[in-house]
């Protein structure tokens, strides 16, 4: 969370990375979340295309479920973070320096 990850997509993928694939509602009860929580946050990793999806029918009656699972490796979302970490920070950075440059004008 504190690399600027939100709370909920945090504990999800931190929840995802320990299986090799799980249900919404295993993620809900390994996670600590609630189930808009959980929607919320797999909006997220999808946008962020993270995961995979993929429905199972449900043995019983009912509509099928669907099984998540990481699409890319914890190194290649570390990289991803480090990357726009650098970005914001250059950026930040270069506002900073434009701002002494007023100053000193």
């Known amino acids: ?6 709370r ?3 504990k999800v993928l931190t929840y995802l990375a320990c299986v090799d694939e799980a249900t919404s509602r295993e993620i ?6 609630r189930q808009p929580e959980v929607s919320i946050a797999m909006r997220e990793l999808r946008r962020l295309d993270w995961i995979a999806e993929r429905d199972e029918k449900n043995p019983g009656k009912g509509r099928p479920y669907r099984i998540y ?3 890319k490796g914890l190194y290649d979302i570390i990289d991803y973070l480090e990357t726009n970490k650098r ?3 250059d950026q930040v950075m270069t506002k900073i320096q434009r701002l002494k440059e007023l100053k000193s004008s």
């Open 28 to 33: 809900e009860m390994g996670s600590d979340l």
């Open 69 to 71: 699972k990481l699409k």
């Open 87 to 89: 970005t914001e920070t």
């Open 8 to 10: 909920n997509v945090a």
């Open 1 to 6: 969370m504190k690399i600027g990850l939100k």
